[in-house]
């Protein structure tokens, strides 16, 4: 049974890994746009590499043909040291293999704030920020979906229910959308009105106060909007669809069974519908949470928060090719690995997968 | 026939559903009657024009309805010119006989009963003469008949004076009325200000200063050392209101925009999903029903598609080629179709699959793709239905993200682009709250007409609720 | 009407769907004494299931109507809240076996698990206690003990519905409401689990109230017939009186249908089906498939009490 177990696990990594791979290299491929990033990059060059042989002194004495030659010269050799004298569908496997390994190079265009142009610590620089901020929303809408929904699943057609089932097309509008407003009444018209408001965007107050405490409070205080604007727009679905989902597993029979043998309701509802369940539940959040973390590059935009969506809008229109890989890439392990991982708690949690029943 | 009037009976029981329609049909009335009334061409032609087009429009204006709830009345467009015969324009274009010089008088005067100063005064001239440049000079004249000098200038064949940005004048003035009053005015008024504001000591501070109410006039006098000469003038007094929707920092009127927004953001709603829904469907049919090696490789690609970033891919495509809306649209159906909904829809035909009745069909001979069409699709398209009316919500929106983001098509009146155009402007940090608010109104409106609909589809469509 | 273990009397439970009113259990009355079964008889959609959960309290979400006198030893269970109701009751003195037990058991809990959860909660016993038990109680229907730490999944239908009915007879209650306990199991599996029966009511003296559309099955183990149709109880009479000489013309249709062994018998059936619960007819319900339908019938025909306690509901029987 182990030799089987092994098997199946070898089997699904290897296609993850493909997966990963097949989808890294589209992205290589469209991130380079046909060639336009290599102009761009060839052309970046030329210009440094003529500024510097004008500027020499070395070369002063030489006359206009004899400059222009060195310069093709010096620039084909540069050319050559980074592999651009090879065709693309050449250079696009080295970049690849690049990728997959995690040696993400050097950005074209950007660079982190402390001033680095490597790709790792650019992505790194900003991995933390997203984390916190949608880690954090996502966990107080997966406690309020779970503990709402339970319980408006035990009060189906009272008031409540019915006004959470009213309310859940709310979030047909993204979180975004309630952003702009959240920072149309809370920043903009409060100041008018108060003389005080909160943030209209960033992550901290600028100058960052030097206190920990202080900066975590600014902190704080500065993801407070975009966390509502999230909550406002996804809880009413969250609580519906958890609703709905509890109500029909409380109409199964052993639910049904589990009342008859006179158990109290909390054990019933520990026992009977929430364990089932686990497996969809823990499922969805898992993704929904690494989802998140890239997915939300209009709600960095809108509140100017410095993570992972806004540095994939920047890598986007400037065509940082580096960069943009590097993202796709980290995203693309992380989303294998998640998957990976629940394929294990599967396993613990649905007694059925273990020896392949049902 | 009686299943369909037998399921609207049932929607209609659902309140939420009714309200959801009625916005609906109400919005695609709104679209008929937009593209019946200002065809695509010339709307994004009046879109894209200059301001030349659009000059006679005040910049950043609010809708005029504004004045209906406002105690302030604010002050509407006013425009005089010598081209169109008007009350309270005259033109005199004297040549003294045997001289050989003109003289040229033209007289605007308005009534000004607004409680708030214009936002910008200009005055357009256009003259036609042989060699000599007229010389002309403009003198404004207040309700008391108090009588200022604007300027003394040369004319070309076409000059444009624009009166409230000449900051000399505006400190000419201001000194002036300093003086009348006997009290400096300490800020820098400007000269739609000073032009109309009452002289006496409202006028020190700028929350205070009053409208002085009543006739204003505008005389332009000159002389041209030529006979045959004429002088065409036009004054526009821009006032703070326009149109239903007020104008944007381009002094486009809004409503086309608002308008237009409308027929694109259905049509793009409706078309993505719709579209993605089907493909998906027979994605998600094709591989459950064939299974084997269709079915493997259906899955690996959709697995990829799904570790693919969506949004930042498209921005990558729509930055570099700067698409228009139609292939933009046809761009987001290729990267959303082979998404997570083909799983979903392949394990709805794994159960299906295996009905008798579908295996009733397989034994009279019908091919593969008869019961797929016929028998595996039907049964799944009630159950699906309430998804495609909700995810018409979500595409509506991603139009209006990118149109936001900057990307998209930057021609298309879209409301997403009318948002990115009063987020590039400031204008939650200004204050033109409408700006914003009017094309968000009808997104939220829009998305949530669809998605109530939807939601109330979904209670009577879905199989799993009803036995609850 | 002392000494009764169980006297229902007028139990009546109607509930609400989009269609309108079902009206499941119409003035249901019947009784049993300690040791006795009871079997109840009817068509599928008649409303037995819903008058086994009406007993228990086992409501549907959207009930309407749910009215009568239930006496338990006396008590008027109508007359306790639902916590006492589930304490003191539900599962500990009244079981109920559910039809059809194939998904009545958590698939992600073991097995054992399940069967001890009411042994720990009512009787406080510890759980080494109450497993031993229950690897008691499957040995005696013929289940292997080690299943105890087994899933649901890894049994066939026959074996699960043993161990429910284990479960049930693990706590010791004084009655046991079986719906259909072999409606959907194989002939050998059946005839294991009616012995499982007949040894248990010898043994411990357990009322029973069985629930079957199967006649035959009904006579191995009844004390008492109750006979139902549209939601009511049309006879109720005792068992050899009821086998031997049928008075409701349903009840006689049923027995017409029951092939026996020996005799050349053209059986019956009863044209036409069962009027819905939603909107029964006025009058006696069975009167339009009725071969002895007359005038009378299109009142709703009295009770005519036939020997203490039984009754039957036909127009037939009427004294003038």
Redesign the interface.
């Known amino acids: 049974m182990f030799a089987g177990i092994l098997k199946y696990i070898l089997k699904r990594s290897i296609i993850l890994f493909l997966t990963v791979v097949v989808a890294v290299y589209i992205t290589i491929w469209i991130a380079n746009m046909g060639g336009y990033v290599d102009e761009i990059v060839k052309s970046d060059i030329l210009l440094s590499v003529s500024q510097s042989i004008r500027q020499n002194p070395a070369f002063k004495g030489l006359n206009e043909t004899q400059i222009t030659k060195i310069i093709n010269e010096v620039y084909n050799n540069e050319l050559k040291k980074i592999g651009f004298d090879k065709p693309f569908i050449y250079r696009s496997f080295i970049y690849l293999k690049d990728a997959i390994t995690l040696n993400l190079g050097r950005a074209l265009f950007l660079s982190s704030d402390s001033g680095s142009k490597n790709v790792r610590i650019i992505i790194l620089e900003r991995l933390p920020n997203t984390v916190l901020l949608f880690t954090t929303t996502q966990m107080i809408l997966f406690f309020i979906g779970l503990f709402f929904g339970l319980f408006l699943s035990r009060r189906y057609g009272s008031f409540l229910d019915r006004l959470s089932v009213l309310l859940a097309p709310l979030s047909s509008l993204p979180g975004w959308f309630y952003g702009i407003f959240l920072i149309l009444i809370f920043a903009s018209l409060f100041r008018l009105w108060f003389g005080w408001g909160l943030p209209y965007g960033g992550m901290v107050d600028a100058p960052p106060p030097i206190d920990k405490v202080a900066y975590a409070l600014s902190v704080l205080k500065h993801m407070i909007l975009p966390v509502l604007s999230w909550l406002i727009s996804y809880s009413f679905i969250n609580v519906y669809v958890r609703r709905t989902f509890f109500l029909m597993f409380s109409s199964e029979d052993y639910v049904e069974f589990a009342k008859a043998k006179g158990l109290p309701d909390s054990l019933i509802q520990r026992r009977y519908i929430l364990r089932p369940t686990l497996p969809p539940i823990v499922t969805d959040f898992s993704l929904t949470l690494i989802g998140s973390w890239m997915g939300a590059i209009i709600t960095e935009r809108v509140f100017n928060w410095p993570g992972i969506g806004s540095l994939f809008y920047a890598a986007s229109v400037m065509f940082d090719t580096p960069v943009l890989v590097g993202l796709v890439v980290i995203y693309a392990y992380l989303l294998a690995a998640t998957v990976f991982a629940l394929e294990f708690v599967y396993v613990i949690l649905d007694p059925r997968i273990r020896t392949g029943g049902a | 026939m009686s299943k369909v009037k037998g399921f609207l009976s049932q929607l209609l029981l659902y309140k939420s559903a009714l309200i959801g329609l009625i916005i609906i049909i109400f919005l695609i009335g709104l679209s008929i009657y937009t593209v019946i009334t200002i065809p695509y061409e010339e709307a994004t032609r009046l879109w894209r024009a200059g301001e030349q087009y659009w000059l006679d429009n005040p910049r950043n204006a609010l809708p005029s309805w504004v004045n209906i709830f406002s105690q302030k009345r604010l002050p509407e467009t006013i425009i005089l010119s010598t081209e169109k015969p008007q009350v309270g324009v005259s033109k005199a274009i004297v040549s003294a006989p045997g001289e050989r010089f003109s003289i040229i008088k033209v007289k605007f005067s308005f009534r000004y009963e607004y409680d708030d100063f214009p936002s910008e005064i200009n005055l357009f001239l256009k003259a036609s003469f042989n060699e000599s440049n007229p010389h002309i000079t403009i003198y404004w004249v207040k309700p008391g008949g108090e009588q200022i000098t604007l300027k003394s200038l040369l004319i070309s064949r076409e000059t444009m004076y624009y009166i409230s940005n000449d900051d000399r004048l505006a400190e000419e003035i201001r000194g002036y009325i300093s003086k009348k009053i006997n009290r400096t005015i300490e800020y820098e008024a400007p000269v739609t200000l000073l032009l109309f504001a009452e002289e006496d000591n409202s006028v020190l501070k700028p929350d205070t200063a009053k409208v002085m109410k009543g006739v204003y006039e505008l005389w332009i006098e000159g002389i041209i050392f030529e006979t045959k000469v004429d002088l065409d003038a036009k004054l526009v007094i821009y006032g703070k209101v326009y149109g239903l929707a007020g104008t944007d920092h381009l002094r486009r009127d809004l409503s086309i925009a608002l308008l237009w927004g409308t027929p694109i953001a259905l049509s793009f709603g409706v078309t993505a999903s719709v579209t993605v829904a089907l493909i998906q469907m027979f994605i998600g049919a094709l591989s459950a029903w064939f299974g084997g090696i269709a079915d493997t490789v259906l899955q690996r690609v959709t697995e990829v598609f799904m570790v693919l970033p969506f949004l930042p891919l498209l921005i990558m495509i729509s930055t570099f080629y700067k698409f228009n809306i139609w292939v933009l649209l046809a761009v987001v159906i290729i990267l959303t179709v082979f998404g997570s909904g083909v799983k979903n829809y392949r394990a709805m035909f794994m159960q299906i699959k295996e009905f008798p009745y579908v295996e009733a069909a397989r034994a009279y001979g019908a091919g593969n793709l008869r019961i797929i069409l016929l028998y595996l699709i039907p049964k799944v398209l009630p159950t699906i239905i309430p998804s495609i009316v909700i995810s018409v919500a979500d595409f509506v929106f991603l139009e209006a993200a990118l149109a936001i983001l900057g990307l998209g098509d930057p021609l298309a009146p879209t409301w997403g682009k009318i948002i990115d155009d009063a987020y590039e402007h400031g204008a939650l940090y200004k204050g033109l709250y409408y700006w914003v608010l009017q094309p968000s109104i009808m997104l939220a409106l829009t998305s949530l007409s669809f998605a109530i609909l939807g939601f109330a589809l979904d209670k009577i469509f879905n199989p799993r609720l009803k036995e609850i | 009407m002392s000494g009764e273990h169980l006297s229902v009397r007028n139990l009546t439970m109607y509930y609400r769907t989009i269609k309108g009113e079902v009206k499941a259990v119409v003035n249901v009355s019947f009784s049993l004494f300690k040791g006795e079964t009871v079997a109840i008889i009817g068509e599928s959609g008649c409303g037995k299931s819903s008058l086994a959960k009406a007993i228990?309290r086992?409501m549907p979400?959207?009930v309407s109507v749910y009215r009568g006198i239930i006496l338990f030893n006396g008590i008027n269970l109508m007359d306790l809240n639902e916590e006492e109701f589930?304490?003191k009751i539900?599962?500990?003195k009244i079981?109920?076996v559910?039809q059809?037990?194939?998904?009545?058991?958590?698939?992600?809990?073991k097995v054992g698990e399940q069967m001890i959860?009411?042994l720990i909660?009512?009787y406080k016993m510890s759980k080494r206690e109450a497993l031993e038990k229950a690897a008691e109680a499957l040995r005696r229907i013929g289940i292997n003990e080690s299943f105890i730490d087994r899933?649901p999944?890894?049994l066939s239908g026959g074996m699960k519905q043993r161990i429910?009915i284990a479960?049930a007879l693990l706590i010791n209650p004084e009655l046991v409401i079986l719906d259909e306990p072999t409606s959907s199991l194989d002939v050998l599996t059946q005839a294991n689990i009616m012995n499982i029966l007949k040894s248990i009511k010898g043994e411990r003296g357990l009322s029973m109230i069985f629930i079957t559309h199967d006649i035959s099955l009904s006579s191995e183990l009844a004390d008492k017939v109750a006979v139902m149709y549209a939601g009511q109880i049309v006879e109720f009479n005792a068992a050899e009186k009821f086998y031997s000489d049928p008075k409701h013309p349903y009840s006689q249709k049923l027995m017409e249908s029951v092939p026996t062994l020996r005799t050349d018998k053209k059986l019956g059936f009863i044209p036409g089906s069962p009027p819905s619960l939603l909107d029964p007819p006025k009058g006696c319900r069975f009167a339009e498939r009725c071969p002895l339908a007359f005038s009378r019938c299109s009142e709703d025909p009295p009770t005519i009490y036939l020997n203490g306690d039984f009754y039957v509901k036909c127009w037939l029987y009427a004294k003038e």
């Open positions: 228990i086992l979400r959207n589930r304490r539900r599962w500990s079981a109920y559910p059809a037990a194939l998904n009545s058991l958590n698939p992600v809990v959860e009411p909660l009512t899933y999944f890894e429910i479960t």
